[in-house]
């Protein structure tokens, strides 16, 4: 009898594997989330640039500020769902594989594809509306002359 312990660190040691692996899926997730920000944002202020005399020519015609920011989310948030669609599909293919590293809850849980989806929908909109803003203060005449 030379390896005894008390049943805490049995406990302890066989749920330390499953604790790393799930801290790791942790810090991949939020690393991911960073990176799909910093990827929309970098997509939407290219995409404002390359459209900076059309929205000009509306700002000239008389677009509001309110319009300008619209249009840019509109259009930054459509391929944002669109790309959410194809992630919440995929995820359910994923899921099955995943389906040993859950615990008290199924891989297709409504409520925690919701709340990604909202997480993911939200940062994309954060995301867009910097360079949105951008745009809605653009200068007609320095855009039009190409000043």
Same mark, same amino acid.
């Given at each position: 009898m030379r390896?005894?312990?008390t049943m805490e660190d049995v406990a302890a040691?066989?749920?330390e594997m499953t604790r790393v692996t799930l801290w790791l899926l942790g810090t991949f997730a939020v690393s991911a989330l960073a990176l799909a920000a910093i990827g929309i944002y970098g997509v939407m202020a290219y995409a404002v640039r390359?459209? =900076?005399r059309e929205i000009g020519t509306r700002i000239?015609?008389?677009a509001t500020p309110g319009g300008i920011v619209r249009l840019v989310l509109t259009g930054g948030l459509r391929v944002a769902t669109t790309g959410t669609l194809v992630g919440l599909a995929a995820s359910f293919i994923a899921g099955r594989a995943l389906r040993s590293f859950l615990f008290g809850t199924s891989s297709a849980d409504p409520w925690v594809l919701?709340?990604? =989806?909202?997480v993911l929908l939200v940062t994309a909109a954060l995301a867009c509306y910097i360079p949105a803003?951008?745009?809605s203060r653009l200068d007609?005449?320095?855009t039009l002359t190409g000043w």
């Open positions: 390896d005894i312990r040691e066989s749920m390359q459209r =900076t000239a015609l008389g919701a709340g990604a =989806t909202v803003r951008r745009a007609p005449a320095r």
